[in-house]
């Protein structure tokens, strides 16, 4: 009885606020908490059996990558590569020696009097890229009814057609136009020009080289409906067809005649950002060092020029006191030499002085052609990325297949195949590079398809392994039983289920593809004519023993934080992904 008393006292004191100031605050801040907290809804049991109020559970992916993405180095890691995959898209709007636009000051007599001289020298690529990358970005974005998976898997097939579509629709316009092909060649050049003017011909035949592709594509089952897959796969050969046809054969600038015109005052340009280009060469400007600009290396050369003039007169004046004639005469020779390069560098400085070029900076110097290392560097963000990416889509297209059939089968199947995967592990990869690389041609897609053929073993003895857990469980039982055919059961229920370690190997491969690009362009077995961060390290040491610091600081911290961003994505998504890990980590 006294206990109840009390529990009343309390319970009437606390519905008295004024006669306890405690509770009217305890009151007051549970009133408060109430407004901030939105009311919960009580639901029946039969609601919670049918899953009312249950907040659904995120994909496989989608938790992984949220895993990847809590990662602080992971993070750094996808800022990297996704800056320097930025770079490789709008590396022509931003290093580029072409004028973002020229204007004459006195109309011509032919021709337009302003123009963009940076859009005409866009080719394919660059046109493709620029077009094709927003339109990636927007479609994995946009809250779309289609799964992002799907959208994801549609990019992939789309970007591969494309690449083969534009591969082969260039050699073919090459070929077709070389002068060195027979008369029935000529015939059809001809045929195409009549019927259709300006490069329409082009455009067509690009297309027709580019169709078998286009039907290979469409059989991929990455969207929808058959007709779904042949509009969207028609609309992108359709493009790569015009970007090639229209953009593949370009005149070349003359730059010299450019600079020499704005000396003259008859044009007026803007320019880029970084107002040079990979092809830019000039050799005045051969090993300039870091934040120069074009008149103090002018003045550099001409200062030591004037330093050369002296010393081969003071030479002469030893030469002539001895009697030695022979010295004497290549003395004089040499301060000849030296007087008249500096005489046309000076003069050349003072045509400069006059425009825009003399004040251009070197950020990152020049390498010992006379090219900006700057511009390169950007430019050369495309030759990694497309040699990592397409170099491991290929390895992983050999592996995953050869995987899969060592695993389902067993057996000879396996102990045959297995041996062929033994061997190419067993051969050095390097030298394998170096071999195919000398005695194939020297281009991208070469180069693509060797780094491919060599690095897919790694993704064939994952692949067997999980299709070796695999092809016992019930699912697999199912489809042998229902007469699903082979690829079905291997390539849509089997490799879902087993394509987890596969997907993580692959970063690492990217970042072993990127590397092993950079080792074939540092021994001079790279693409001819294309800018290469490895090409930029092995020009380090100058041509005269002399170490040029900034041509090894520069390129080679871009491979290192490269090639370390892909593998730390890899081991982040491989912690994100393995249970076992993600308990000891906890």
Aim: with cysteine.
């Amino acid at each position: 009885m006294p206990e109840r008393a009390k529990g009343n006292a309390s319970a009437g004191a606390g519905a008295n606020p004024a006669a306890n100031p405690g509770a009217r605050a305890s009151s007051a801040a549970s009133a408060a908490g109430a407004q901030d907290t939105p009311p919960v809804e009580a639901i029946s049991g039969i609601e919670a059996m049918r899953g009312v109020g249950v907040q659904r559970a995120r994909g496989f992916w989608a938790d992984a990558w949220s895993r990847v993405l809590g990662t602080r180095t992971a993070d750094f890691a996808l800022l990297w590569v996704a800056f320097v995959a930025v770079l490789a898209v709008v590396a022509p709007l931003i290093a580029n020696a072409q004028p973002l636009w020229l204007e004459h000051l006195q109309p011509p007599a032919r021709g337009e009097s302003s123009y963009s001289p940076l859009w005409r020298s866009l080719n394919a690529t660059d046109l493709l890229l620029l077009a094709g990358a927003p339109i990636v970005v927007l479609v994995m974005w946009l809250p779309l009814r289609t799964p992002r998976s799907t959208r994801l898997g549609a990019i992939i097939v789309l970007s591969i057609c494309a690449v083969l579509a534009a591969a082969c629709a260039q050699f073919a316009l090459s070929w077709v136009d070389s002068p060195m092909r027979g008369d029935a060649v000529k015939e059809f050049r001809a045929f195409l020009a009549e019927w259709f003017p300006g490069r329409w011909g082009q455009v067509l035949l690009a297309f027709a080289v580019a169709l078998p592709v286009g039907v290979a594509a469409s059989l991929a089952p990455f969207v929808g409906g058959w007709w779904r897959r042949g509009v969207l796969v028609t609309l992108v050969l359709a493009a790569v067809a015009t970007a090639c046809g229209w953009r593949t054969f370009l005149a070349p600038t003359d730059y010299d005649a450019m600079i020499a015109a704005e000396a003259r005052g008859e044009i007026r340009t803007v320019s880029t950002l970084i107002p040079w280009s990979p092809d830019r060469a000039r050799s005045e400007l051969i090993i300039v060092p870091p934040m120069r600009t074009v008149a103090e290396a002018f003045d550099e050369k001409i200062r030591r020029l004037g330093e050369a003039s002296d010393r081969a007169k003071a030479a002469a004046e030893r030469a002539s006191a001895s009697g030695r004639r022979f010295d004497l005469m290549r003395a004089e020779d040499d301060e000849r030499q030296a007087t008249r390069q500096r005489s046309q560098l000076e003069a050349e400085l003072a045509k400069l002085k006059e425009t825009d070029f003399a004040s251009r900076r070197f950020i990152l110097g020049t390498d010992s052609n006379g090219v900006d290392v700057l511009s390169q560097l950007i430019w050369a963000c495309r030759l990694s990325l497309s040699v990592g990416f397409v170099s491991t889509g290929i390895a992983l297209l050999i592996g995953v297949t050869l995987g899969a059939l060592m695993g389902y089968f067993g057996g000879w199947v396996d102990l045959l195949l297995f041996r062929v995967v033994e061997i190419f592990m067993a051969m050095p990869v390097l030298f394998l590079l170096i071999v195919a690389a000398g005695v194939l041609p020297r281009n991208t897609y070469v180069m693509m398809a060797i780094i491919g053929c060599v690095s897919w073993t790694g993704a064939a003895r994952f692949t067997r392994a999980e299709f070796l857990k695999l092809r016992g469980q019930d699912f697999v039982q199912s489809c042998r039983a229902v007469g699903l055919p082979l690829p079905s059961i291997l390539f849509k229920h089997m490799l879902p289920n087993g394509v987890t370690p596969v997907l993580v190997d692959a970063s690492f491969a990217i970042a072993a593809a990127i590397l092993a690009e950079a080792t074939l362009s540092f021994l001079g077995l790279g693409p001819d004519n294309q800018a290469s961060w490895g090409k930029l390290l092995s020009s380090a040491m100058g041509s005269t023993g002399t170490f040029l610091w900034w041509l090894a600081i520069f390129p080679g911290f871009v491979i290192f934080l490269s090639v370390l961003s892909y593998n730390v994505i890899g081991g982040a998504l491989r912690d994100a992904i393995d249970p076992k890990l993600r308990k000891a980590a906890h």
